[in-house]
């Protein structure tokens, strides 16, 4: 069983859109279980760039809240 980091239902489809944050993706454990997560969401029909939007972050590298933005217009 996968649970989200967060779940939205679209005003723009009235579709479920889930929303995976991948925050330490430089950590070996960390993206071996992430893969697995996004894996299983595929298995399941849920695909990124669809009805699961993805984002990153190692501890060079944060996350941009213009990115954040751009996501929310595009799928919410």
Known sequence: MVY????FLSRKTGEEI???HNGR???PVYA???V???NS???NGIYPGERLI???ETEQTILNTGKIEQLVKKYL
């Not at 989200?4 to 779940?7: E, Q, S, Y």
Request: charged letters at 35%; proline letters at 5%; a negative charge.
């Open 36 to 38: 697995r997560k996004i």
């Open 25 to 27: 993706v430089d950590d």
């Open 4 to 7: 989200p980091d967060f779940t």
């Open 54 to 56: 993805l984002t990153y």
């Open 18 to 20: 889930y929303w995976e």
């Open 32 to 34: 071996r279980s992430m």
């Open 41 to 43: 969401y595929e298995n």
